[in-house]
């Protein structure tokens, strides 16, 4: 399936460091990024679908690095079915699990949980809600689990492991945890602050340095922040990617966005949402998160989104997070909602208004075009122009 987009007022790349790509167009074909920018007109000859983007924005597709999944579209703390398609209307293509903490009857023992990684990752991959690509799996460390564990686990093609939920005495009983983890070639990530739902143990700045772990989740609190002075110590000291959420403490994640730029590691700032937890299931959780960031500190939107989307993907080792040709196509147009006092998608952002998602596409295909169930009306939709696809895209009105 070949799609083209045109009329592109701005194209965000997803890549902090030249954070706005030139040209007005984009071009997909089998699921990837073909041509960003700039193609000829006879490219729209063969095209399926093309989309008139009547100058909206165009950014990467959101990438949540921290949401509770258990199996299929349910989050079964909140008995909460459906969240995953929501999120997708908020702007969220992918979403990595954060540990299928939350599966009732949560096994604690070495096979239990080997187990339940296992069979969480071959699910998820069988399945997209609503076109969202959902990379599942993420298993917990456990005392008892081995070098040989850990091999046999990668075999499966678990490539995630979360500390912070086991059953160890202390947080540093981790340290050999993660670096086993870490020789079977996964990614590592550990809670960070105060004890959550489930009574986890709290880690500290002194354990994410003992543990040097491949990010240290909700580094502004899941919802409790780690104590101020642990903040420089863990940036200067570890090497861990810091993830602020939006289930934590606004505070704090500032301060890590000061504290990255003071020393020049901004590939290391990431956002995630750690929900549905207490603070409930948030469909835009992500963009407001964005939103905050950058409404509240010295950075453009085009910044901030390069944290949820390029940053992320270059941490997680994805193809996606990035406007450029070979990545996967996972793109959003997006849109100054209607009636807000900005009339683009980023000064928008920057005022601290959420915006309204026009279009999304996962995988090269349309997930909807015109206006989000879960986002603002926007100031202008999309036209689709060109329709060979079994697919109808009849843009709703405007609300007055």
């Known amino acids: 399936m070949k799609i083209a987009i045109v009329n592109i007022g701005t194209i965000v790349s997803g890549d902090w460091r030249a954070p706005i790509a030139p040209g007005d167009r984009i071009l997909m074909e089998d699921g990837l990024l073909t041509k960003v920018g700039q193609f000829d007109k006879a490219e729209l000859e063969g095209c399926d679908l093309v989309v008139d983007a009547k100058g909206v924005t165009a950014c990467p597709g959101l990438i949540d690095s921290h949401v509770h999944i258990a199996f299929g579209d349910y989050a ?13 209307y908020g702007g969220t293509t992918t979403a990595i699990s954060a540990s299928e903490v939350h599966v009732p ?15 969480a990752k071959k699910c998820w991959d069988n399945v997209r809600p609503a076109g969202m690509r959902v990379y599942g799996g993420n298993v917990l460390l456990e005392p008892g689990l081995t070098d040989e564990d850990f091999q046999e686990l990668a075999g499966h093609g678990i490539w995630l492991a979360k500390a912070g939920f086991g059953s160890v005495k202390t947080p540093f009983d981790y340290v050999p945890l993660i670096q086993a983890a870490k020789r ?18 709290s880690i500290y700045g002194e354990h994410i340095v003992a543990m040097q772990p491949d990010v240290a989740f909700h580094i502004n609190g899941g919802p409790i922040a780690i104590p101020d002075q642990d903040f420089e110590l863990i940036v200067r000291d570890s090497s861990a990617a ?12 500032l301060k890590t966005l000061d504290l990255v730029t003071s020393y020049n590691c901004f590939d290391r700032f990431i956002i995630g949402t750690d929900t549905p937890t207490g603070i409930g299931t948030m469909p835009e959780g992500m963009i407001k998160t964005v939103v905050e960031m950058c409404a509240l500190s010295d950075y453009s939107a085009e910044h901030m989104i390069a944290a949820a989307t390029g940053n992320v993907g270059k941490i997680y080792r994805l193809n996606c997070g990035f406007l450029r040709e070979g990545c996967d196509a996972d793109l959003l147009l997006i849109d100054a909602a209607f009636g807000a006092s900005k009339s683009t998608a980023l000064e928008s952002m920057k005022n601290g208004d959420v915006v309204a998602d ?19 009306p926007p100031m202008r939709i999309p036209e689709v122009v060109v329709n060979r696809i079994p697919s109808v895209f009849e843009p709703p009105g405007l609300l007055h």
Do not use: W
């Open 105 to 119: 009857g949560r096994p604690s023992d070495v096979e239990g949980v080997k187990a339940l990684a296992v069979a």
């Open 242 to 253: 810091l993830q602020v959420c939006q289930a934590g403490n606004l505070r704090t994640a």
């Open 358 to 376: 026009v279009a999304c596409f996962t995988a090269g295909i349309a997930r909807y075009i015109g206006r989000s169930r879960c986002t603002p």
């Open 76 to 88: 079964p703390r909140f008995a909460t079915t459906g969240f995953l398609k929501d999120y997708l």
């Open 184 to 201: 079977a070639g996964m990614i590592t990530n550990v809670h960070t602050g105060g004890a959550s739902l489930s009574l986890a143990n």
